[in-house]
């Protein structure tokens, strides 16, 4: 506990708690400020690609260089690439992009620890909050790629699953790289979510699996190839509500 509050504490309890619902309030209007930033700064980053995977991944490692190929191929084919800014995969993501021909976006998180900045970044946008961030990933992309990772990587993808499962966002290729890391997850969504009735058997349609650079990024091509990369009247509406 700061100074100032052990002080305000022990001068009354009344004065301490308008202090705390003060800071609440104020707080808000940080949170509004990350949206309206983020926002202005990412508009016209169209289309683009999220790219997500873990932030532990050293850059000699398979998982890494292959973010990084399918990052340089989307970038090459028009997508910009957003991803989390950090290291790992994430810093693959943008150096992929970086060095191609659409620009490269960090949305970075202040953490205390893990988290820094990575070279490879056009744009680079930091937020204090997870949920700020998390509602970028989503309201700007055209396609999740999503490389082997953790807790984070994980919340990331089933975020994405429940926006578009719910009809909160538009529907979107869902797109898992390296089959081998997922084969468990998908098995135990087969078997057990489906079968004891937690998910219904066509969301299992939302997830792609691919392990080739360019299979990713012609599956991207695939799913847009009749109505274009441009939300409609109806789906912007939705990622204005979400």
């Not at 988290?115 to 509602?135: C, E, M, P």
Request: glycine share 8%.
């Amino acid at each position: 506990m700061a100074e100032k509050d052990k002080l305000v504490n022990a001068i009354s309890p009344e004065l301490a708690e308008k202090t705390w619902s003060a800071r609440e309030s104020w707080r808000v209007f940080g949170i509004m400020s990350e949206f309206v930033e983020a926002t202005e700064r990412l508009s016209a980053v169209r289309p683009a690609v999220s790219i997500f995977g873990s932030a532990r991944t050293p850059p000699d490692h398979p998982y890494y260089l292959l973010a990084e190929k399918i990052s340089r191929q989307l970038s090459d084919a028009g997508f910009c690439v957003i991803s989390g800014g950090g290291p790992g995969i994430m810093e693959a993501a943008n150096k992929g992009a970086y060095f191609g021909r659409s620009p490269s976006v960090g949305l970075n998180i202040q953490l205390p620890h893990e988290q820094q900045g990575n070279l490879y970044q056009d744009i680079s946008q930091t937020f204090r909050h997870f949920f700020a961030r998390k509602v970028m990933f989503v309201k700007f992309a055209t396609a999740w790629v999503v490389l082997p990772g953790g807790f984070g990587t994980l919340d990331e993808l089933m975020e994405a699953l429940t926006l578009v499962q719910t009809g909160k966002t538009r529907k979107m290729p869902i797109i898992l790289v390296h089959e081998p890391f997922w084969r468990g997850m998908l098995d135990w969504f087969r078997h057990t979510l489906v079968t004891e009735g937690m998910i219904d058997p066509q969301d299992m349609g939302l997830i792609q699996i691919h392990n080739e650079p360019q299979a990713v990024v012609d599956a991207i091509f695939n799913y847009y190839e009749k109505r274009g990369f441009e939300p409609s009247a109806a789906e912007r509406e939705i990622l204005l509500n979400l």
